[in-house]
């Protein structure tokens, strides 16, 4: 495994050096010695591997997405709450709180430039492929092209659902102004790249080469993209094509998921090894009673902590008073796997969110960057408890960008739109079941879409699909706009007592425009571009 990530990230220096306002151009075709690159198959595995950093970048752990240190997306959303109230550390809270921050000439979500670098260095590789490969036989070339695609099909989800209408190019050109493709143009090339890569890819690689992307990776992320493109029956299709692989099911532990790719549910996953390649999640985000001055850099909000059942599938209520008094017992497993509260067990410990407690509660905007949390919870999913290298910032959990909890979703929630309601509620029961929740009904498609909708927020927490799901449901106006998130503020009463308040975690409305359903082209790009129009209302 060292073996392939060493690969991976020795190549992307290569592939990643260019000028943000040129990536459209043609670089020429010296740029890459035939004699080198294409004389053998490992070369060419090695141009391949430098691929394998778009997913590195763009996952949770990396910070491409945001162009910050705000890794999660879900800090956007009703979910989770970044505690910096400056930008760096706290640009999502500047784009969920302040009009004007996403514009033609700033946008912390833009991924433009980046993503047309990397689908220039895509078809460069297809263009060598074709002319230089020679010495490889169809089947081989096929793989190379599919793995290639694979990744060009990441890059034009990212752009389409950010834009929607955006610049389709599957082969260098020598021309300098090139026009949008309308919406529905764009989802079909990013069908087409994901289906080229399904048929090509094998379902598992050889020992040397796990971790590579396969089969049912590539239709795993056809099935999410298809749920933008609202094709449901193309959803519904893919996700099935996964399930009769008949090679992954769902893991017997919710919690085990993360920590390792040695369960049954992975499908993808960006692997990282310490010290050589690591990453500083935990950091970052372990409790600020684990690291002195860092840590706490978001929490979970009180709308999520409510939003999970008690174990029995009851819903919480503060207004119960069993609950009220104490308000972590008794919930589903998701919670304690996902959520790290007042009295939770941590590393040998108990953590202590209270006023003065071991790991702190700041109110929001009372230090720039009080490196605690301003919700009263810290995240407990993906934190590795086993991590005690804060000195080094080391940690070496994998990514899980795509597992089969996902891809049951995704068939659940073509199913319900398209009105085969028992279909799709059986695999959101399928969820529910793994964590010991009874089962769901729905006697329309509104009822089912709801119950859905909360079973994904739930399921998926943290993992990079709330705000994107709110807006592409077109419900993000309603959920994030003119609203404000909540925290607990908890403080030590008589004994061993504690007094719980709900507070407001923002210190101002939250603010999400009609038009933020679809990104402006950047300022850039429209200057340099002849033949480029901006995207309608910006």
Known sequence: MRKLITSIFAVTLLLGVTSCNDFLEVTPEDRYSEKVVWESKENVKLYLNGFYAIARDYGGFGSRSLGSEDRLSDGLSDILKYSSSVPGTGTTNYIALIPGQISPDQNALNVWNNAYERIRR????????????????????????????????????????NHGSVILLDELSAERGHSRSPEQECWQFVAD??????????????????????????????????????????????AQNVMDMNQYELSENYADI??????????????????????????????????????????????????????????????????????????????????????????????????????????????????????????????????????????????????????LLN????????????????????????????????????????????????????????????????????????????????TQGSGESFDFNIVECDDRERYFAERYYQFPIPSSEIANNPDIEQIENW
């Not at 796990?210 to 049912?216: D, P």
């Not at 605690?372 to 960008?401: A, C, H």
């Not at 964590?435 to 909708?453: D, Y």
């Not at 739930?458 to 609203?483: C, Q």
């Open 411 to 490: 068939y659940a929630e073509a199913k319900i739109q398209q009105g085969e309601i028992s279909e799709g509620m059986a695999k959101v029961n399928m969820i529910r079941d793994r964590v010991g929740l009874p089962a769901e009904s729905a006697s329309n498609k509104e009822e089912a879409m709801e119950i859905f909708r909360h079973e994904k927020m739930i399921e998926m927490a943290f993992e990079g699909h709330r705000y994107w799901d709110l807006r592409r449901w077109r419900l993000a106006h309603e959920k994030l706009d003119e609203t404000r998130m909540h925290g607990m503020k908890i």
């Open 193 to 238: 790249d994901f289906d080229f890569a399904a048929e090509h890819l094998p379902a598992t690689w050889p020992d040397g080469d796990i971790g590579r992307v396969t089969k049912g990776a590539a239709y795993a992320f056809k099935s999410r993209a298809m749920l933008y493109a609202q094709r449901w029956e193309d959803a519904a299709a893919a």
């Open 258 to 407: 993360f920590m390792n790719t040695d369960n049954p549910e992975v499908i993808f996953a960006v692997r990282y090894d310490a010290p050589d390649f690591a990453h500083n999640f935990d950091a970052q985000y372990a409790p600020s009673g684990d690291i002195e001055g860092e840590g706490g850099q978001a929490g979970p909000t009180q709308e999520l902590v409510d939003a999970y059942e008690m174990a029995d599938g009851s819903s919480f209520d503060w207004d119960n008073p069993d609950h009220a008094n104490n308000p972590y017992q008794n919930r589903e497993p998701r919670f304690y796997a996902s959520i790290l509260y007042n009295g939770a067990e941590w590393k040998g410990r108990n953590i202590e969110t209270y006023v003065g407690g071991e790991d702190g509660y700041a109110e929001y905007g009372s230090s720039p960057n009080p490196a605690t949390t301003v919700t009263g919870y810290y995240m407990r999913k993906f934190l590795d408890e086993d991590n005690t290298d804060f000195v080094n910032n080391q940690s070496d959990q994998p990514w899980i960008e795509l597992r089969y909890g996902e891809v």
């Open 122 to 161: 895509i078809n460069e590789f297809l263009d060598g492929l074709e002319k230089y490969g020679d010495k490889f036989s169809r089947e081989e070339k096929d793989r190379f092209k599919a793995e290639a695609r694979f990744f060009r099909g990441y890059l034009y989800f990212l752009l389409t659902r």
